[in-house]
């Protein structure tokens, strides 16, 4: 009876899993309904593949199954002879096959299942990597090809899934890809691509929710991947936006408002052919003034504004013709282009996207920028210069200008227009600080930054006659350092740091002058983060530097900011300019002492890292702190949360006691039981080791110093602290 039943479970289960494979193949049906209905019978199909197997299971054991401490064993096959059978007589299936037998034929089956599909997957893998040949050459038609059939050998390849959902993408087959993205997580459910190709298919498909909730399931299997993530809910919140204002747009278009009707009739009549540019630029004009909410401009957009570009025979003839070569009416003509798609673009992400995808319209902007024009031809390039700001002022416009553009050259052609001191040049670095906020703006410029904004940076920066615009570029290229590989460039470009001691040279005399403060605050800025690290041009520069900054420091007109950050520079060129030190020390030593005493100042934290310089080359600072009272405001700052502070705090003092008698001044503190506290509990190692090494020096200056750390118990620190010492 039980072989009989291992026969009819094992025939079930079989058959099954063949009807199953059948099943999976009928989901290259391109018919969304027929899909969703073979992945319904799939799901059935393998509940049943489920419970025959477990059948099966149970009836290949014998009814009578040895029993243990835990219950029944299911790991043995019946062995026991049959009491109606002679003795020897094994027990035998259906097919006159034991079960030991049986056994081997399924490892047999097993094994050969194995070779196959190792077989299938040397073939899937030729497959798949040729379907990504024609995926990078944009041939998705044929990539799609070679991933299905791929997907016919091997069934539970992830890869193949994610990477035929994101060409079906391409084609625009968006159901198609959602069902290979859900398989992909059936084969694998913490799948990051398939979560993220299927929220683009659903927002292809305008289901926000359903795309939000997809790329939150991706962020919950790779929470490291949350800034991109970020970046792809806030484009399904864009992409929601602009289609309600489109459903919004519509609505009005329908009723017939004659409020909101003025757009759209104004431009169906100047879309009309083959008229004179002074007729264009009039209805431009009028339809620039008409856009006054985010309904009129979404209006002027799906009613076929932004193609005008393309579709108006005059205005893109001008557009692409040499600037030199235009007519006042003509140059006027896009001039009021350029203005109306300012406003129709303004505070709208779509129309900001959109408007670049204009084939040709980046190098054209570009070529007008270039080219030297006065008159109209001047006025033109301020318009286009207002509208890339105007687009610049949001993420996604950011990022389109940057994808469009020939980077370099517009940078060449925007910092030629910052050197005159009118509105085109505030605007134009408005610009630029605008793209720098844009990651890949600087990814850009890491191998070419020195050809393309260092000398037309250093040239604006020289300029007897500085502009407006100079404080919000130098701004611009500070904000370029945050990146390493462009910081490791400019720390070592000695024509910058000419032109940055030059700028400081000539405005440290004009801080009455806003435009000199403004110019000196941002190049401080700059300075501050060349010197974060050290460098050939710290050591050549790092004197004349210091010694600017700290004549600033000593003028009483020198704004808070800008003395901020003077000895915010001071602090990061003292410790790797020697010579500057000696500079320092001549009128510079109280100054900082007076500024460590201010413990709420801002520049106290500086000030302190100064003097630590300072203080490690030169004896007449060391004299100058114990003489002046200046132990007591040091083991003050040793008490300090910041850690950073205690660290500098305990270094400038172990400077000190080469001073005679500096330890016996402290004896009379608690400064051994501070001190053994943080070197054995501080979170920075580097602070741990200078507050070890003071108590070491201190011990060694003074047996009083001694005998209280042996009645703390601190022997064994100092000892562990000794290695520290050189």
């Known amino acids: 009876m039980a072989a009989e039943m291992n026969k009819e479970n094992l025939d079930d289960f079989l058959d099954k899993i063949d009807e199953l494979?059948?099943?999976?193949?009928?989901?290259?049906?391109?018919?969304?309904?027929?899909?969703?209905?073979?992945?319904?019978?799939?799901?059935r199909l393998i509940e049943k593949v489920a419970e025959a197997k477990k059948k099966f299971a149970e009836a290949e054991n014998d009814e009578d199954l040895p029993v243990t401490k835990t219950g029944f064993s299911r790991t043995s096959i019946n062995k026991s002879s049959d009491s109606s059978k002679p003795p020897g007589q094994d027990d035998v299936n259906y097919d006159g096959m034991d079960n030991a037998g049986f056994m081997k034929a399924l490892e047999a089956d097993a094994k050969e299942r194995a070779k196959n599909k190792k077989e299938r997957m040397k073939v899937a893998e030729e497959y798949k990597e040729k379907g990504n040949a024609e995926f990078r050459q944009g041939n998705y038609e044929q990539a799609l090809d070679w991933y299905t059939q791929a997907l016919r050998e091997v069934k539970d390849y992830t890869?193949?899934?994610?990477?035929?959902?994101?060409?079906?993408?391409?084609?625009?087959?968006?159901?198609?890809?959602?069902?290979?993205?859900?398989?992909?997580l059936r084969v694998f459910p913490n799948c990051i691509k398939a979560h993220i190709h299927m929220g683009r298919a659903h927002l292809c498909l305008k289901e926000f929710d359903q795309a939000r909730e997809c790329y939150n399931k991706a962020l919950t299997c790779d929470p490291k991947k949350e800034t991109l993530i970020k970046d792809y809910l806030a484009e399904v919140?864009?992409?929601?936006?602009?289609?309600?204002?489109?459903?919004?747009?519509?609505?009005?278009?329908?009723?017939?408002?004659?409020?909101?009707?003025?757009?759209?009739?104004?431009?169906?009549?100047?879309?009309?052919?083959?008229?004179?540019?002074?007729?264009?630029?009039?209805?431009?004009?009028?339809?620039?003034?008409?856009?006054?909410?985010?309904?009129?401009r979404t209006l002027f957009r799906t009613q076929g504004g932004l193609e005008m570009l393309t579709t108006l025979d005059t205005l893109h003839k001008c557009l692409s013709a040499s600037p030199k070569s235009l007519s006042g009416e003509e140059l006027d003509m896009l001039m009021s282009a350029f203005e109306m798609y300012t406003e129709a673009c303004r505070d709208n992400e779509k129309s900001s996207e959109l408007i670049l995808q204009t084939e040709g319209l980046p190098g054209y902007c570009t070529r007008f920028l270039e080219v030297k024009m006065k008159g109209l031809g001047r006025k033109l390039k301020l318009a286009i210069v207002d509208f890339l700001y105007t687009l610049s002022q949001i993420s996604i416009g950011q990022k389109t200008i940057v994808e469009k553009f020939d980077v370099?050259?517009?940078?060449?052609?925007?910092?030629?227009?910052?050197?005159?001191?009118?509105?085109?040049?505030s605007i134009a670095a408005n610009?630029?600080?605008?793209?720098?906020?844009?990651?890949?703006?600087?990814?850009?410029?890491?191998?070419?930054?020195?050809?393309?904004?260092?000398?037309?940076?250093?040239?604006?920066?020289?300029?007897?006659?500085?502009t407006i615009a100079v404080p919000r570029c130098v701004t611009m290229v500070m904000n370029l350092t945050a990146d390493t590989k462009i910081r490791s460039k400019l720390m070592n470009r000695k024509l910058l740091w000419k032109s940055c001691c030059n700028a400081v040279e000539i405005h440290k005399t004009k801080l009455n002058e806003p435009l000199s403060q403004e110019i000196m605050e941002s190049v401080l800025g700059l300075l501050l983060n060349l010197t974060k690290d050290s460098s050939g041009c710290t050591k050549e520069f790092g004197s004349n530097i210091c010694e600017n900054c700290l004549q600033m420091l000593q003028t009483s007109l020198c704004p808070s900011a800008i003395k901020l950050r003077s000895i915010g520079v001071m602090s990061n060129v003292l410790p790797h300019c020697v010579p500057a030190v000696d500079i320092v020390e001549k009128g510079g030593t109280q100054l900082l002492m007076d500024l460590i005493k201010r413990e709420d100042s801002d520049c106290m934290k500086h000030a302190l890292k100064s003097m630590t310089a300072v203080t490690q080359v030169n004896d007449t600072a060391r004299k100058y702190i114990v003489e002046n009272k200046g132990l007591g405001c040091l083991t003050k700052h040793i008490k300090?949360?910041?850690?950073?502070?205690?660290?500098?705090?305990?270094?400038?003092?172990?400077?000190?006691?080469?001073?005679?008698?500096?330890?016996?001044?402290?004896?009379?503190?608690?400064?051994?039981?501070?001190?053994?506290?943080?070197?054995?509990?501080?979170?920075?190692?580097?602070?741990?080791?200078?507050?070890?090494?003071?108590?070491?020096?201190?011990?060694?200056?003074?047996?009083?110093?001694l005998d209280r750390l042996r009645e703390l118990h601190g022997i064994e620190i100092l000892h562990s602290c000794m290695k520290y010492i050189k």
Request: glycine letters at 4%.
């Open 21 to 43: 494979e059948s099943i999976v193949k009928g989901f290259k049906s391109e018919n969304k309904d027929e899909a969703n209905h073979a992945m319904d019978k799939a799901d």
């Open 159 to 184: 890869a193949l899934y994610t990477n035929r959902a994101q060409t079906y993408i391409k084609l625009g087959k968006y159901p198609e890809a959602i069902i290979d993205c859900d398989w992909a």
């Open 237 to 296: 919140d864009r992409f929601e936006r602009a289609e309600l204002q489109e459903k919004d747009a519509e609505a009005i278009f329908k009723e017939g408002k004659p409020e909101k009707m003025g757009v759209v009739e104004v431009l169906t009549r100047v879309q009309k052919p083959e008229q004179l540019p002074v007729f264009y630029s009039g209805g431009l004009r009028i339809l620039k003034s008409l856009m006054m909410t985010t309904a009129d």
């Open 408 to 425: 370099p050259k517009l940078l060449a052609a925007v910092f030629n227009l910052m050197r005159t001191n009118n509105e085109m040049a």
């Open 431 to 466: 610009l630029l600080n605008n793209l720098a906020l844009e990651k890949r703006f600087k990814s850009l410029l890491r191998d070419t930054i020195e050809d393309t904004v260092c000398p037309a940076f250093e040239q604006l920066l020289d300029s007897e006659n500085p």
């Open 640 to 705: 300090s949360e910041d850690e950073i502070i205690v660290g500098n705090a305990a270094l400038c003092l172990s400077h000190c006691t080469q001073v005679p008698k500096m330890a016996a001044a402290l004896t009379k503190t608690d400064i051994i039981k501070d001190l053994l506290i943080i070197a054995q509990d501080g979170r920075r190692e580097s602070v741990q080791q200078n507050c070890a090494i003071l108590i070491a020096k201190l011990v060694q200056s003074d047996s009083k110093h």
